[in-house]
């Protein structure tokens, strides 16, 4: 079993700030690319971010300049900072995971809504 645990998100005025956190645990020996998704009612969910086991990011242009992506590999763990929120970015964000198997898992999603 493995288990894939988002957390950080909430409600934020625009402009404003967070940070998602995802941890990784269980039946996982190796990981890949660890990434952030998102979904906004009555749209398709969407790649928001990813992070390789080497370092190699890679951004939607919406959110380029504003959001960055870190991982600690030793912790098994992924984080989203997200700055200079806007109301479009609200959605629920879900944390992917791919296994040096190339499986793939996906956590629940943590709601995040900016919003004056």
């Known amino acids: 079993q493995v288990q894939v645990v988002e957390s950080g998100g909430g409600s934020v005025q625009p402009g404003g700030s967070l940070r998602l956190s995802c941890a990784v645990s269980?039946?996982?020996?190796?990981?890949?690319?660890m990434g952030w998704y998102r979904q906004a009612p009555g749209k398709e969910r969407e790649l928001v971010a990813t992070i390789t086991s080497g370092g190699s990011r890679n951004y939607a242009d919406s959110v380029k300049g504003r959001f960055t992506i870190t991982r600690e590999n030793t912790r098994n763990t992924v984080y989203l900072r997200m700055d200079t929120l806007k109301p479009e970015d609200t959605a629920v964000y879900y944390c992917?995971?791919?296994?040096?198997?190339?499986?793939?898992?996906w956590g629940q999603g943590t709601q995040v809504t900016v919003s004056s």
């Open positions: 992917k995971v791919v296994a040096g198997t190339m499986a793939q898992y």
């Open positions: 269980g039946s996982i020996w190796s990981i890949n690319a």
